[in-house]
């Protein structure tokens, strides 16, 4: 297996099985060959063993052993890396802060790195580290070319989506939760394009309904079509605007609105026969519930 493939299989099985994936991390640094491959398998590791296992120190062993690979440079962008994920872990695991040696960007990087690896545990210290890289990155000022901008709109997606999937949340898992959709929607629109910015619509609109606010649901869903309609002539605008009135109907019935219930869902259907054949395979489970809502 070469390194391209266990990374695939890795991202690919690591949601349904992170134990099996993190025994596996170690085999992965024979696979290594060049320098580009040690930041891609140190974001898995941070991802795995500090994210969905909680196992800081686990982590941090495997790091030190990437540190060794013949394909390190200190100076380069596998030691920055390497330097940003150790940060993370060590800050996660309540040891030292070694956050004041990065530059301010890496600084504000590791922040958000370790509110979301924080935020199913400790949901509290999340919350602060989070508030913290946003102070941070308003006082920075940095250029809208600086990486932190996209890590910022990375963290506040997948922060907000993962509290989303919660079956219950803690009024400091609602808050953390909208703070973080509404962060992805302000820093996509500085380093993304149209389509996540689109997309961070939708999760805001998602956000909100999880918070029982359909009003707010509504809008957000209103937006993310506007969006797509500006958008019309780009590839995948079929696909956002299926999603897109799938957030509106689900807003619209949260707010008891029957009949705005049935109009979105006969537009869905509507954009449903627009997509290829490959994208109706993934989203006719979708449409279905979309239907069953539009009968009860």
């Known amino acids: 297996m070469d390194f391209k493939t266990f990374m695939a299989k890795a991202w690919q099985e690591h949601g349904d099985q992170p134990r099996a994936v993190a025994d596996r991390l170690g085999d992965a640094l024979a696979l290594v060959d060049t320098e580009a491959q040690i930041p891609e398998l140190a974001h898995l590791s941070n991802h795995v063993l500090g994210e969905h296992l909680g196992a800081w120190q686990e982590g941090l062993g495997l790091l030190d052993r990437l540190s060794g690979l013949p394909a390190f440079k200190l100076d380069g962008p596998s030691g920055a890396a390497l330097r940003r994920s150790t940060s993370s872990l060590r800050l996660a695991a309540q040891l030292e802060d070694t956050r004041a040696a990065l530059s301010p960007s890496d600084c504000i990087r590791v922040g958000a790195m370790t509110a979301a690896t924080l935020a199913e545990r400790d949901t509290r210290r999340a919350m602060a580290l989070f508030e913290e890289a946003l102070s941070q990155m308003r006082s920075a000022q940095l250029p809208v070319s600086d990486p932190a901008n996209r ?56 956000t909100w309904l999880k918070a029982g606010d359909a009003e707010q649901a509504r809008r957000h869903a209103q937006a993310c079509l506007t969006i797509v309609a500006a958008n019309n002539a780009n590839d995948g605008a079929r696909l956002e605007r299926f999603f897109g009135l799938e957030a509106l109907a689900l807003a619209e019935h949260a707010a008891g609105n029957p009949k705005s219930v049935a109009d979105a869902v006969a537009a869905a259907r509507t954009a449903f026969e627009q997509l290829d054949a490959g994208d109706k395979t993934w989203c006719v489970e979708t449409l279905t519930k979309l239907d069953a809502l539009a009968t009860n």
């Open 151 to 206: 890590a910022l709109a990375v963290t506040g997606n997948n922060l907000a989506s993962a509290l989303e999937e919660k079956a219950e949340r803690t009024s400091a898992e609602r808050e953390l939760m909208i703070l973080a959709a509404q962060t992805g929607r302000h820093y996509w629109e500085i380093a993304g394009t149209w389509l996540e910015t689109e997309r961070a619509e939708y999760r805001l609109a998602m």
